[in-house]
């Protein structure tokens, strides 16, 4: 491959990558796309056991955005789930997982796999989000 193809080819994926982060899809992992619904009504729905990313305790993912804003799921326990908002409570920048928590990049608050606080400056956890669970479908926001 010559250098122009390179740059070429460089250049596209940097588009694509602004093209998924401007439209919310970024946090959607590759293997959500048939398990995750949205429902008319802004809510969305989530064949929770169908997702690998919850299929441990401590488990999460991002299942992307409800009424603007990206949300998370953390499994807990067994059979019990939390639904949580991405957006960091210090400014509204949005946290990324890494290893086995969130984290905000903009001024380093970190967060427990289910939005707790562990390390500021943030001063409260990820706020949670409304979340309904029937029939191992969970319908979110
Ligand atoms: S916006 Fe997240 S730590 Fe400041």
Not at 89 to 102: A, F, I, L, R
Not at 113 to 138: C, E, N, Y
């Amino acid at each position: 491959m010559n250098q122009d193809h390179e740059i070429n080819r460089r250049a596209l994926l940097t588009g694509v990558c602004a093209l998924l982060a401007l439209s919310g899809l970024e946090a959607l992992p590759a293997s959500a796309s048939n398990e995750i619904r949205k429902l008319v009504n802004g809510r969305v729905s989530v064949k929770l056991k169908n997702l690998p990313e919850l299929s441990k305790v401590g488990g999460s993912v991002g299942i992307g955005n409800i009424k603007g804003k990206p949300v998370a799921i953390t499994r807990t326990g067994d059979s019990s789930y939390v639904a949580f908002s991405l957006s960091c409570p210090h400014q509204k920048v949005t946290v990324s997982w890494e290893g086995n928590g969130w984290v905000c990049g903009a001024h380093g608050s970190e967060f427990e796999a289910d939005g707790d606080l562990v390390l500021g400056p943030a001063t409260t956890r990820l706020p949670r989000v409304p979340m309904k669970i029937s029939k191992g479908v969970a319908t979110i926001g």
